[in-house]
Every structure is written in structure tokens, then in C-alpha cells.
């Protein structure tokens, strides 16, 4: 016998929400997850009238429902924000290039302004290149810092006032685990929170609408919907550290469906004794970025890329920084530990 929906009690259920167990139909579902997206916008006073906003888009599942949904939202609500794309090339074949179709067609359905900044332009390397000269144990290092960096200058080009990304409850448990994990205290501290103010000049402040949204019900969204997105998984990303951590939380959830909630909600509220050591945060003496040595990572990165030094910026070489600011030559002991690749 069909299952009715548990919310209308007239039309047939379609599926039962991972979130809550409740038995939806179709037009139930959408509404509902349109509403708790809206919640947590009004509730975290994400966005004010008149803000331009720039939507982090790569063409995948989160960020195509966030286009979709702060579309929608924005005009059922009249939030008053003027909404544009943002999107990252990182330079990886067979996969970004496929992607940035995707963005390309979101831009026509959604009649939304786009921006493409490429990794090759900002810091004259492709992930290819990258890939070639580290290798595929430590390469989402560097796509991940250099993707951050290029984010803020796309939406610095755009003269936008907020960049909203579509990291979702699954992605903050995860990153809660992996702090928890290394022990990184100062970015589990700040690693839940749903918006970030501007943290110096050159950052532009960032939001996360999709952060109560489990990842399951964004695929069922986008699958219902009928969305465009591209769902193949990054080609270098297998080894990523991210990746333990992830099947560590879905091994949870399948145990029990809260546990996402329940991490998340568990690193809001840890707090640091008194008289723990914390970063300092300061401006990059290269490039003006943030960071808490004297250069941030992503010019150490650069650098050790430019000199032939792939282990440069992998673990702690913070007493190499004078050094590079100063052009001062290495030792040869240093540059032949520093080239190695055996990371």
C-alpha cells in the first residue's frame, strides 16, 4: 500500500527525508528544504538589502542547488541582493574543463553574471603542472589553499560584498573530525561557523546557506528538480585526507542518522581553556594576504613550486621564511630535502 505524505496526507510520498525520517511527497520536500535554508538565512542575518553577492559555482551538486535556491529565495523574498557566479579553474583536464560547461549553462538558466578566474593567470601554474612536479600525495594542499586565495580575488574583481560557498552539514562534521584528528585547535574554533567576517584587506567575508543541509537531501533536491550538475569526483582527490574522514562520517550516519548534526553541534560548542596559545593573525609581507607568519601559504607554496622545492611548503619550514623574503640562496642540505618528493 503507497505511503502517504506525512505533511499533506493527500499525495503519494516519494521519499523519506534522511534529516528527519519524515515521508514526503515531492512539492512537501521542496518547500521544506526551501524553508530551512530560508531559516537559517533570516536566523544567521546572512545577507543584507543592496549587498552584492557572488555564489561560489563549480558546477557540482552544492553549488548548483545554492545558485538555484539563492535565486529562488531572493526573489520569494525579496532579500535584495544582486547575485552573480564566481567559479575557480583550477587547470585540471578531463575534469574542471567539464565542469566550467556546467557553470556555463547554470549562467544561461539562471541569467546570472559570471566570472572564471583561472589558476594559470593568478599564479602561472596549472593542477596539472602541479600534479607533475609534487605528485598526488599532498596536492589538495595546494588546490585548496591557492583555490581559497583565488576565490577572493575573483570576488575582489566582482566588487562583491559577500562570497557564499555550498559547503553543507556533512562537509562541516567532516572538517570538525579532521581537526579533531591533527589537533588544530585554532581552525576547529572557527572551522563551524556559518559566516566569517572580513579578516583583514584582500578577504572578502564569506557564508555557508546550505550548512544545516545534509548532503543526501541536495542530491535529492537536484535529482527531483531535474538540476544541471556535474558529478564526477575530482581525478586527484582519492588520496585526499578528507576522504578518511568522510567514510569514517557515513559509517556513523548509517549507524545513526544524527551523528552529523551532533558532530557539527559538538564543535560549536567546544571552547579553549584560557592560557592556550592561539595564532596570531597578521597580513602576508609578499602579497598582503592573511596569514599568521610572515608570508602565507600560499606565496611559500608558489615559491617552493617556482624554485623547484616541492616540500617547501608541506609541514612546518616557518625558519626558511626570512630566507625566501630576503632571496637569500639555501643550503645545500635544505634544498636537498626540500626537493625531495617523498612527502
Given at each position: 500500500?503507497?505511503?502517504l505524505?506525512?505533511?499533506?496526507?493527500d499525495k503519494?510520498?516519494?521519499l523519506?527525508?534522511p534529516?528527519?525520517g519524515?515521508?514526503l511527497?515531492?512539492?512537501?520536500f521542496?518547500?521544506?528544504f526551501?524553508?530551512e535554508v530560508?531559516?537559517?538565512?533570516?536566523?544567521?542575518?546572512?545577507f543584507?538589502?543592496?549587498?552584492?553577492?557572488?555564489?561560489?559555482?563549480s558546477?557540482?551538486k552544492?553549488?548548483?542547488?545554492?545558485?538555484?535556491?539563492m535565486?529562488l529565495?531572493?526573489e520569494?523574498y525579496n532579500?535584495?541582493l544582486?547575485l552573480?557566479?564566481?567559479?575557480?579553474?583550477?587547470?585540471i583536464?578531463?575534469?574542471?574543463d567539464d565542469s566550467?560547461?556546467?557553470?556555463k549553462?547554470?549562467q544561461?538558466?539562471y541569467?546570472?553574471p559570471?566570472?572564471?578566474?583561472s589558476?594559470?593567470?593568478?599564479?602561472?601554474?596549472?593542477?596539472d603542472?602541479?600534479?607533475?612536479?609534487?605528485?598526488?600525495?599532498n596536492?589538495?594542499?595546494?588546490c585548496?589553499v591557492?583555490r581559497?586565495q583565488a576565490l577572493?580575488?575573483?570576488?575582489?574583481?566582482l566588487?562583491?560584498?559577500?562570497?557564499?560557498t555550498?559547503h553543507n552539514a556533512?562537509?562541516v562534521?567532516?572538517?570538525v573530525?579532521m581537526?579533531?584528528?591533527?589537533?588544530?585547535?585554532?581552525?576547529?574554533?572557527?572551522?563551524?561557523?556559518i559566516?566569517?567576517?572580513?579578516?583583514?584587506?584582500?578577504?572578502?567575508?564569506?557564508?555557508?546557506?546550505?550548512?544545516?543541509?545534509?548532503?543526501?537531501?541536495?542530491?535529492?533536491y537536484?535529482y527531483?528538480?531535474?538540476?544541471d550538475y556535474?558529478?564526477t569526483?575530482?581525478i586527484?582527490s582519492?588520496n585526499a585526507?578528507r576522504?578518511?574522514?568522510?567514510?569514517?562520517?557515513k559509517?556513523?550516519?548509517?549507524v545513526?542518522p544524527?551523528?552529523?548534526?551532533?558532530?557539527?553541534?559538538?564543535g560549536?560548542n567546544?571552547?579553549?581553556?584560557?592560557g592556550?596559545k592561539?595564532?596570531?593573525q597578521?597580513?602576508?609581507n609578499?602579497c598582503?594576504?592573511i596569514?599568521?607568519?610572515a608570508l602565507?601559504?600560499?606565496c611559500?607554496l608558489?615559491?617552493g613550486?617556482?624554485?623547484?622545492l616541492p616540500?617547501?611548503g608541506i609541514g612546518?619550514?616557518?625558519?626558511l621564511?626570512?630566507?625566501?623574503l630576503?632571496?637569500?640562496?639555501?643550503t645545500e642540505k635544505?634544498e636537498r630535502?626540500?626537493?625531495?618528493t617523498?612527502?
Amino acid at each position: 500500500m503507497p505511503v502517504l505524505c506525512s505533511n499533506c496526507v493527500d499525495k503519494r510520498a516519494v521519499l523519506k527525508r534522511p534529516k528527519t525520517g519524515h515521508s514526503l511527497c515531492k512539492e512537501c520536500f521542496f518547500w521544506a528544504f526551501e524553508e530551512e535554508v530560508h531559516q537559517t538565512i533570516v536566523a544567521a542575518q546572512l545577507f543584507n538589502p543592496g549587498e552584492i553577492v557572488g555564489i561560489a559555482a563549480s558546477g557540482g551538486k552544492d553549488s548548483t542547488v545554492l545558485a538555484h535556491i539563492m535565486k529562488l529565495l531572493n526573489e520569494r523574498y525579496n532579500y535584495g541582493l544582486e547575485l552573480m557566479l564566481l567559479s575557480v579553474d583550477e587547470g585540471i583536464s578531463g575534469y574542471r574543463d567539464d565542469s566550467l560547461e556546467t557553470v556555463k549553462r547554470n549562467q544561461q538558466q539562471y541569467e546570472l553574471p559570471l566570472k572564471i578566474v583561472s589558476y594559470e593567470e593568478l599564479y602561472g601554474w596549472t593542477m596539472d603542472a602541479i600534479v607533475k612536479q609534487v605528485g598526488l600525495k599532498n596536492n589538495c594542499t595546494f588546490c585548496g589553499v591557492f583555490r581559497r586565495q583565488a576565490l577572493d580575488r575573483g570576488a575582489i574583481m566582482l566588487k562583491v560584498d559577500k562570497i557564499c560557498t555550498g559547503h553543507n552539514a556533512d562537509d562541516v562534521a567532516e572538517t570538525v573530525l579532521m581537526n579533531v584528528l591533527r589537533g588544530d585547535i585554532a581552525r576547529l574554533r572557527r572551522c563551524t561557523a556559518i559566516s566569517t567576517a572580513s579578516e583583514g584587506e584582500g578577504v572578502v567575508p564569506r557564508c555557508k546557506p546550505l550548512k544545516y543541509a545534509y548532503e543526501k537531501e541536495i542530491v535529492l533536491y537536484a535529482y527531483f528538480k531535474k538540476l544541471d550538475y556535474f558529478s564526477t569526483e575530482c581525478i586527484y582527490s582519492p588520496n585526499a585526507y578528507r576522504g578518511h574522514a568522510r567514510t569514517f562520517l557515513k559509517d556513523l550516519e548509517s549507524v545513526r542518522p544524527s551523528s552529523i548534526m551532533d558532530i557539527m553541534h559538538s564543535g560549536e560548542n567546544l571552547s579553549v581553556r584560557e592560557g592556550v596559545k592561539m595564532p596570531v593573525q597578521g597580513t602576508c609581507n609578499r602579497c598582503g594576504y592573511i596569514s599568521s607568519q610572515a608570508l602565507c601559504k600560499s606565496c611559500v607554496l608558489l615559491e617552493g613550486l617556482n624554485r623547484g622545492l616541492p616540500k617547501l611548503g608541506i609541514g612546518k619550514h616557518h625558519r626558511l621564511h626570512d630566507k625566501i623574503l630576503s632571496q637569500q640562496p639555501l643550503t645545500e642540505k635544505e634544498e636537498r630535502k626540500l626537493k625531495s618528493t617523498d612527502f
